[in-house]
């Protein structure tokens, strides 16, 4: 598995940001993917998953801002970050969630290197 982040940047406040995820080394189309962030001090957390274009889900703090998307044929994920805030301020991981027994298990074992987005004016 290889997961390959990009995108990231520096952007001010109220500006916007499109993070892709080149996956690689499984089968994506029928794979849940995520996205975390990590701000310093601060622990890793679950910024978006997708499962189809249909089932999808955000945390509170992004919803309405931030839209999880991917592309099968291009094997790749996206996250498009809208009304950026200071707060948004981090590390950006893409992940690959586990499948065990028939569950999904978040976050999975497979990570990208990361690709920092730093929102401030």
């Known amino acids: 598995v290889r997961l390959v982040e990009s995108g990231g940047g520096l952007v001010q406040p109220g500006g916007s940001l499109r993070l892709s995820c080149a996956a690689s080394?499984?089968?994506?189309?029928?794979?849940?993917m995520a996205w975390y962030r990590q701000a310093p001090g601060n622990q890793r957390e679950l910024v978006a998953y997708i499962f189809t274009p249909e089932i999808k889900k955000y945390t509170d703090s992004v919803r309405g801002r931030f839209t999880i998307s991917r592309d099968n044929a291009k094997s790749t994920v996206y996250l498009q970050m809208n009304s950026l805030k200071t707060e948004d301020t981090a590390i950006y991981y893409c992940?690959?969630?586990?499948?065990?027994?028939?569950?999904?298990?978040?976050?999975?074992?497979?990570w990208g290197q990361g690709t920092q987005v730093t929102v401030s004016s």
């Open positions: 992940n690959k969630p586990s499948v065990r027994q028939g569950t999904y298990h978040f976050p999975g074992d497979d």
């Open positions: 080394g499984f089968t994506f189309s029928s794979a849940a």
